[in-house]
């Protein structure tokens, strides 16, 4: 799983030499990182344990895009990776508003029969560009969310700002609930600060729900931009 997050990466980074060299119209982008702790709205994805990740992203300038995301993950199955597929399209609202929505697939190849973990959301957001830094809002709704469970919702609200050119600190606050009431909806919240030198950040994150069996964390992540 570890090379196929790292040679995807890899073949991106080939892909965005291409597409400068030839003045192509479209762009590719892609991460890696590392983080001690793959948190999804609030909840761990690997026990507590770290997880290598990588994404890559092919953009047209209209600004239509597509891409995919993977992670490791442990969920206390078979199931050790995730891996997401994306298409979107994201504008100008004006000189400092933007918005993006997207159809984000959440895959779960090597998942037991039976768990059905797979499942789509529709995401939509809208960001202002502060000057100093920036407020955004975010929308998500599954028609039938992981597990297999109905439909489900998600709010979420971020904000951050710049020290300076290289240092940031942000946070987010979620809301996630569900229509099947056999599952307790719950707030989640993050806070942190992160360093970008170049291409490299580094982020370190308080992170906790409402919920009273999940424990709050510290996680920290690295991230390598191409």
Known sequence: ??????SAAGAAALLAGVA????SPFSVTGTVALTSNYMFRGISQTFGDPALQASVTVAHESGFYAGFWGSSIDFGDDSDFELD???GYGGA????????VNVTYYG???????TDYDYVELIGGITQDLGFGKLGVKAAYSPDFFGGIGDAFWLGGSASANFTDWLSISGNVGYQWFDDEGFDDYMHYDIGLTATVENVSFDIRYVGTDIDT??????GTVTFAF
Do not use: H, I, N, R
């Open 108 to 114: 779960y190849p090597s998942a037991p029969d039976g």
């Open 1 to 6: 799983m570890k090379k196929l997050l790292l």
């Open 214 to 219: 999940v424990d709050e964390e510290v996680v």
């Open 20 to 23: 400068t060299a030839q003045d």
């Open 85 to 87: 597929g994306y298409v």
């Open 93 to 100: 609202l004006g000189d400092s508003t933007t918005f993006d």
